[in-house]
Structures are given as structure tokens and as C-alpha cells.
């Protein structure tokens, strides 16, 4: 009896281990404790287009920006300019994280019915005093060229902005320190011409660059919270050739070339880089409440040879631009966000004024022989002004006029004032 005891307990077991029960029913089933991953997210706003993993160690935003313009200059009897609408920029730009710690960008342009790569990198962040770049992106030299195109204060950023280099490919070490009290940024490059945007290198010879950007006042609460300054430099050299001679030309503020170098396809007639190239570039701003002032300064240094004649030659450039909120928001150098949303919104949005004056001049040794008298200043200076309509955060509306002079060589004939008016409509996000 104590035998036939002994299996019905040790079959009692079993049968709750196997799930079931002695009635011949199944035992109800235990709840799955297994951590189930969050799902992923799709996210749609005034941001662009998102997505997220549920751990959220992956994304993707993607966000684009349209600008069209109107381009109209007054008192231009001689018909050198051409009053024309045009899509300045229309751009996608993809953005994204890997593994909470690696983040890339894909950024391209297709106004002027033609694709151009503007980004394309990986940056590592190991602390947020050291992060590392690796691709093509923005050289970390112009105050202005560093802003993104959606919130500069005029249609077409300054004159010193001519003498930086645009984009470029190379490794870049970067970082910010003590809360944001000083930003630094130090690389390699291929080395691109003044103003340039390239993909591959023309010579051996590589670009060293560094930038340091200090705000001196963040932690206190006086006038002085948005003061920043700064300086970059470049060092490298360029090797040009007949057909691509590694020289820059330099615009108005109505995007008319007004300096140029002797170019015919020629060894005899072609100007074109010999040599070593250094950049200096002072710069910084100041923001407190609805005023805001950017200025900066810039001295590129080249090379030039046209056949036996040589000589190293300064260009130089600096401007002040200044904003002043009429609406009351607060001015900074990544814009400004109307609190009350414009039309279809519950306020007007926000207006501000601005105004700049600005100068690049080329060396005096470039003329006769390097340059193009024909068809080329020794400076441009300019002052413009205008209103900016934030009708929210994506949509924005300009307007500006900009007066430029020119100052010839010598004795050559001084080319006619340039008085552009520039009407922008933007939708960006």
C-alpha cells in the first residue's frame, strides 16, 4: 500500500511539471515574464519625418528645405545683370544614429536641375569632448559658412565667406568642453579652392585646418551670456593646372562675378595655383534678447603663377551684420522660433531687421598680369538691408536691397554700382 502511495504522489508531480492535470485538463499556462522590446516609432512635425527604434539606439530623420528667389537690380542701364526668379536651393538631407553612438548624414542639393553632394559622413562620438568625423562635410573655418543656409540673416551669405573653403573630404576631430564654454575642431583635408566644394583631390598635398570658439560669459547672466569668438586657420598648398587652374572667382551680393584671373586654356594665358595657401579668419558674435551682431574677418593667402610670372597674393574680406527683432524673440545664431505662428497659427509670427556692411579686396600684384582687367575689381564693398517675416519655424519670407561699389585697378574704368533687390520665399523643416 505505502508502494502503490509512493507512484500516485511521484505521477502527481510529473503531471504538474508536463503541464497538465490528474482530470485529464490542461493546467492554465504561466504568464511569459520575457522582456518584450519596445516597437519602433514614426514620428511627423515641424522636426521633418522620423524614425526610432524601440531601444531607441537607431534613427532616421529626414528633413529638406526649398528656396526660391526673386533677383532684381535697379539702375542698370547698361544690361549687365538679368532680373531673374530662380530656385536657389532645393535640398534633402537624411540624418540619422547607429548604435546610440555613431551618427551620419546624407545631404544633397538639386536645385539648378543638377544633384550635388553636400554631406556625406559618420561621426563618432566617444565623449562629448571627442567626437571623430570622417567624410565630406563643412570645413570648420567661416563664421557664416558654419551657419546652416535656412537661418542666415540675407539671401547670400558675406563676402568672407568667399575666402573659406565650402566642403571637403578628410577626418576631423571635434568636441565640446566645459558645458559648451569652448568649441574646438581640428582635421585633414584634401584641400579645396577658396570658396569650393569637391569631392576628390587634384594633388598629394592635404589641408590642415583648426578652429577654437570660446564663449566666455555662458554661465553668467549679464549682457555679455551671448558673446562667442573665435579663430580658424588653414595651412596647405595647391597645384593648379591649365585646365583646372585651382583659382577662385569672387560675386556680389547679386551673385555677378565681378573679380576673376586670366583663364584661356593656355599656359600662356592661364593664371593658375603654385603653391602654398594659409588662411587666417578672426570671427564672433553677440546676442542678447531681440539684438544680435556677427562679425568676422578673413585673409587668404595663395600662390599664383601665369606662365613666368609669380607672386603670392592676399585676399582679404570682413563684415558686420547686425539683427534686431522687432517682435520681441530672442536673436541667436541658430535664428530665431516665432512663439505665435503666423498665418493659419495664432499670431502673426515674427519680423526682424537687419542690416550689414561688408568688403573683399584682392591684391594689388594680381593686376595687370594674374587677373582679368577686362573684367575684374580690385574691390567690392557693400551695404544692404532688410526685413525677414518668420511666419513659423518652416516658413520664412525675405526681403533685401544691397548697394555695391567697386573700385578698379589703376587706371581702368570702375564698373557701374550694383543695386540688387533679393525677395526669398523659404519653406524649410
Same mark, same amino acid.
Given at each position: 500500500?505505502? $508502494? ?7 505521477? @502527481? ?5 508536463? =503541464?497538465? %492535470? ?11 515574464? @520575457? ?5 519602433? @516609432?514614426?514620428?511627423? =512635425? ?14 532616421? %530623420? ?19 545683370? /538679368? ?17 546610440? %553612438? ?61 575666402? /573659406? ?18 568649441? $574646438? ?22 589641408? /590642415? ?87 568676422? $574677418? ?25 539683427? $534686431? ?18 498665418? +493659419? ?41 532688410? /526685413? ?34 533679393? +525677395? ?6
Amino acid at each position: 500500500m505505502l $508502494y502503490i502511495d509512493k507512484c500516485l504522489v511521484a505521477a @502527481t508531480l510529473l503531471a504538474a511539471t508536463a =503541464g497538465a %492535470r490528474l482530470d485529464g485538463q490542461a493546467a492554465p499556462a504561466r504568464p511569459d515574464t @520575457t522582456p518584450r522590446p519596445a516597437p519602433p @516609432t514614426v514620428t511627423a =512635425g515641424e522636426d521633418g519625418f522620423g524614425f526610432r527604434s524601440g531601444d531607441g539606439a537607431f534613427t532616421l %530623420r529626414v528633413r529638406g528645405g526649398v528656396q526660391y528667389d526673386g533677383r532684381f537690380f535697379a539702375d542698370d542701364t547698361a544690361g549687365a545683370a /538679368v532680373n531673374t526668379f530662380q530656385v536657389r536651393r532645393a535640398r534633402a538631407d537624411f540624418q540619422g544614429m547607429m548604435y546610440s %553612438r555613431y551618427e551620419y548624414r546624407l545631404y544633397l542639393d538639386v536645385a539648378n536641375s543638377q544633384m550635388e553632394l553636400l554631406d556625406a559622413y559618420v561621426d563618432a562620438r566617444v565623449t562629448p569632448a571627442l567626437r571623430v568625423r570622417a567624410g565630406k562635410f563643412k570645413i570648420p573655418m567661416g563664421l557664416e559658412r558654419l551657419q546652416t543656409p535656412w537661418v542666415v540673416l540675407f539671401p547670400e551669405r558675406g563676402f568672407p565667406t568667399a575666402l /573659406v573653403p565650402n566642403r571637403d573630404v578628410g577626418l576631423q576631430v571635434h568636441g565640446v568642453l566645459g558645458g559648451g564654454a569652448l568649441e $574646438y575642431a581640428a582635421g585633414i583635408f584634401n584641400g579645396v579652392t577658396d570658396g569650393a566644394n569637391q569631392d576628390v583631390d587634384a594633388s598629394d598635398a592635404k589641408d /590642415v585646418v583648426g578652429r577654437v570658439f570660446v564663449h566666455p560669459f555662458r554661465t553668467t547672466a549679464g549682457p555679455l551670456r551671448g558673446l562667442g569668438l573665435g579663430i580658424a586657420a588653414s595651412t596647405g598648398s595647391q597645384q593648379g593646372t591649365s585646365a583646372a587652374p585651382l583659382l577662385p572667382s569672387f560675386r556680389t551680393p547679386g551673385r555677378e562675378i565681378f573679380f576673376r584671373y586670366r583663364t584661356d586654356g593656355t599656359a600662356a594665358n592661364t593664371a593658375i595655383a603654385d603653391g602654398g595657401r594659409t588662411r587666417l579668419a578672426p570671427q564672433g558674435y553677440w546676442y542678447w534678447g531681440p539684438v544680435g551682431v556677427l562679425g568676422e $574677418y578673413t585673409v587668404s593667402r595663395q600662390r599664383v603663377r601665369r606662365d613666368a610670372t609669380e607672386a603670392e597674393l592676399k585676399s582679404t574680406a570682413w563684415q558686420v551684420e547686425g539683427a $534686431y527683432a522687432l517682435t520681441g524673440e530672442a536673436e541667436s545664431y541658430r535664428g530665431i522660433t516665432p512663439p505665435r505662428p503666423g498665418p +493659419g497659427g495664432a499670431g502673426r509670427g515674427a519680423v526682424e531687421l537687419v542690416a550689414r556692411a561688408q568688403q573683399l579686396t584682392v591684391d594689388d600684384d594680381a593686376f595687370p598680369l594674374l587677373a582679368d582687367p577686362a573684367r575684374s575689381m580690385r574691390a567690392a564693398t557693400s551695404y544692404g538691408a532688410g /526685413v525677414n517675416w518668420y511666419l513659423n519655424r518652416a516658413v520664412r519670407v525675405l526681403l533685401a536691397y544691397e548697394h555695391t561699389t567697386f573700385d578698379p585697378f589703376g587706371t581702368a574704368a570702375a564698373r557701374p554700382a550694383e543695386n540688387a533687390v533679393i +525677395g526669398r520665399m523659404q519653406v524649410a523643416f
